[in-house]
């Protein structure tokens, strides 16, 4: 039968309600006593101590008393011994309720030498975080008999809790130099380049969008958006492409409306240069086989992860999250696209919407990395003359502006049939603009980026120098910048018509 236990966790009286019997949650007195004793006897063992352990982690109040008032004199300058820790605690008024001299005598005969600190803050720590399971399952196995709790909801919040146990403080060992240096020096350099772009977030290989954003920073929401078939899907791919492989940074990306294996088939040709139709089709030659065995393997190695999971929830989305932050350190992840996601019934559309939009930021913010979500425009923007879309084209709620940090706009005029563009004169074939319609913390803006139609794939305006394997120069007047960067994109074909009743 379920009962309750009192229990001085989290620095006061918590009701831990589990299966347990009349059995005490796990804890240690004695190697509670002996971390405590090898602090009084040597005071470099408390500096060891709070690398494992904070007072949370201690379950005897009176210990807990103690080692917070050692750690309070500690970080004061103030030597640490049994006088002095006598006279603090007076001073407190807490001497004689950790039990006066008696007990902070047995703490020092408790053990013989201080050597073994680590080993004890070891159970200690291991017993914490018994308690913090025991306390999470007595709240899931709580909620599991109240009938107005959901389901669904229930798992999320289950989730949650055992990872923000799973994310208390772990001691990580000492790693050598030489294992540490070469990674090292690859960080350094990118922390320079990086540096001199001023990027201070993660970069996304687009030389004007980094200027304008410094990377897609922590816990934002970054909102695509555009019109069907312009190219969301393939400009995402070529961020992504560009942080996985070219910043070896993890990254997810969440297809709700394509397979994976269609991704896959657009950054081979984005990463290859082989026509993404013959791909599709299997219409090459035995040539354009060897360029993609011979040009694939940037792609093998790099960190990205693609779930094509149909009509995904966000209380799947959310847990999935979790596990790829926590598992692979992903900094960076996508969504396509938001309209798809499955959301939580609701009165209204823009109500499901603007749940939808709420939660993601809420999970830019929990995981602390940047969310790219794509979303689709209704169709007021191809009513107007130049068809450049605006911030009230974001289809079916104004709460997708309100939650979005930054939102970027493509822009391609040749889509409809507009030959030139009207400030340069200059041809729109193979071009796109990139619209800053919203930037929370900096300026708006717009810039041109190259649209290569063959290999499905955004590149940036001005590069260095053109790879012949990949574009040909006729194919571009400017020069192109270092190693491709080989993105690109031609986006979802999907309607507007097409999407899914929820």
Not at 241 to 265: C, G, H, W
Not at 283 to 297: A, G, H, R, T, V
Not at 309 to 329: C, G, I, S
Not at 453 to 458: A, E, M, N, Q, Y
């Amino acid at each position: 039968m379920a009962k309750r236990v009192r229990s001085s966790e989290n620095g006061n009286d918590t009701l831990i309600t589990t299966l347990i019997g009349n059995r005490i949650p796990p804890y240690s007195a004695e190697s509670e006593m002996a971390v405590l004793g090898s602090m009084l006897l040597d005071n470099s063992a408390i500096t060891k101590a709070a690398e494992w352990l904070t007072k949370e982690s201690f379950y005897v109040e009176r210990n807990k008393m103690i080692y917070e008032t050692i750690m309070s004199m500690f970080e004061k300058g103030i030597q640490v011994d049994l006088l002095t820790l006598s006279e603090e605690l007076k001073r407190q008024g807490r001497f004689d309720k950790v039990g006066g001299n008696e007990y902070l005598a047995n703490l020092i005969a408790s053990v013989p030498t201080a050597e073994n600190v680590e080993y004890y803050c070891r159970i200690v720590q291991e017993k914490f975080f018994k308690r913090e399971l025991l306390f999470t399952s007595g709240k899931i196995l709580l909620d599991c008999f109240d009938e107005n709790v959901d389901a669904l909801e229930e798992i999320d919040l289950a989730e949650r809790m055992i990872f923000q146990v799973a994310e208390k403080r772990f001691v990580r060992s000492f790693v050598p130099i030489n294992k540490l240096l070469h990674e090292s020096i690859d960080i350094i350099s990118q922390f320079v380049e990086s540096a001199k772009k001023g990027i201070t977030g993660v970069p996304t290989g687009f030389i004007e969008l980094d200027r304008y954003l410094g990377g897609f920073q922590k816990s934002d929401l970054i909102i695509i958006a555009a019109r069907p078939s312009v190219g969301k899907t393939a400009f995402a791919l070529s961020i992504a492409r560009n942080v996985a492989v070219d910043y070896k940074i993890p990254v997810a990306f969440f297809s709700l409306e394509m397979s994976a294996q269609q991704l896959t088939f657009r950054l081979i040709s984005s990463q290859t240069g082989v026509n993404s139709h013959k791909i599709r089709t299997g219409n090459i030659n035995q040539n354009d086989l060897k360029i993609i065995i011979n040009k694939s393997d940037p792609l093998l190695k790099a960190p990205l992860f693609i779930d094509d999971t149909p009509n995904l929830n966000l209380l799947e989305l959310r847990a999935k999250a979790r596990r790829l932050k926590t598992e692979h350190k992903v900094g960076l992840i996508f969504i396509d696209y938001l309209q798809l996601i499955d959301p939580p019934k609701a009165e209204s559309r823009e109500r499901e919407i603007s749940i939808i939009s709420r939660t993601l930021k809420q999970i830019a913010k929990e995981l602390d990395i940047p969310i790219v979500a794509l979303s689709q425009l209704n169709r007021v923007v191809e009513t107007r003359k130049d068809k450049k879309p605006q911030l009230a084209d974001l289809r079916e709620s104004g709460s997708i502006e309100q939650d979005a940090d930054v939102v970027l706009f493509i822009y391609r005029p040749e889509i409809y049939d507009i030959k030139v563009w009207p400030d340069t004169k200059e041809p729109t074939d193979g071009t796109a603009e990139i619209i800053i319609g919203k930037q929370r913390n900096g300026p708006t803006g717009s810039f041109k980026v190259v649209y290569l139609k063959d290999t499905l794939r955004f590149d940036n305006a001005e590069l260095r120098y053109v790879d012949e394997d990949v574009v040909p120069k006729q194919d571009i007047e400017e020069p192109y910048i270092a190693d491709l960067e080989e993105d690109a994109s031609d986006d979802d074909l999907s309607d507007d018509d097409n999407l899914p009743a929820f």
